[in-house]
Nanobody, 124 residues
Framework: QVQLVESGGGLVQTGGSLRLACAVS????????MGWFRQAPGKEREFAAA????????YYANSVKGRFTISRDNAKNTVYLQMSSLKPEDTAVYYC?????????????????WGQGTQVTVSS
């Protein structure tokens, strides 16, 4: 059973930064494409960022491009999301997800395993 556990969420002021981490159990982390999604109250879960298996390719939603950076450490079975210049509209529960198929995808249905989420709140 693959388990994903997010950490690093919290309350931050507008313009501040946070780094989220997602630890993944199991021995096949390096074979997963990893993604970060977020869900604001009353809204659908939306794609934020994704990274391929070796970390050399990344993709971002337009809403976070230039402010968020996704990275991974395959030796530590962990994926990160560095968030800077945070805005109130970034407030959401952030989820990490693992995809067993090939290639980066932005649709949540293409991901096979999910964490429980971590709350990020940006105050104005």
């Amino acid at each position: 059973q693959v388990q994903l556990v997010e950490s690093g969420g919290g309350l931050v002021q507008t313009g501040g930064s946070l780094r989220l981490a997602c630890a993944v159990s199991g021995r096949t982390f390096s074979s997963y494409v990893m993604g970060w999604f977020r869900q604001a109250p009353g809204k659908e879960r939306e794609f934020a960022a994704a990274i391929n298996t070796n970390g050399e390719s990344t993709y971002y939603a337009n809403s976070v491009k230039g402010r968020f950076t996704i990275s991974r450490d395959n030796a530590k079975n962990t994926v990160y999301l560095q968030m800077s210049s945070l805005k109130p509209e970034d407030t959401a529960v952030y989820y990490c997800a693992a995809r067993t198929g090939l290639g980066i995808r932005t649709i949540k249905q293409n991901y096979d395993y999910w964490g429980q989420g971590t709350q990020v709140t940006v105050s104005s």
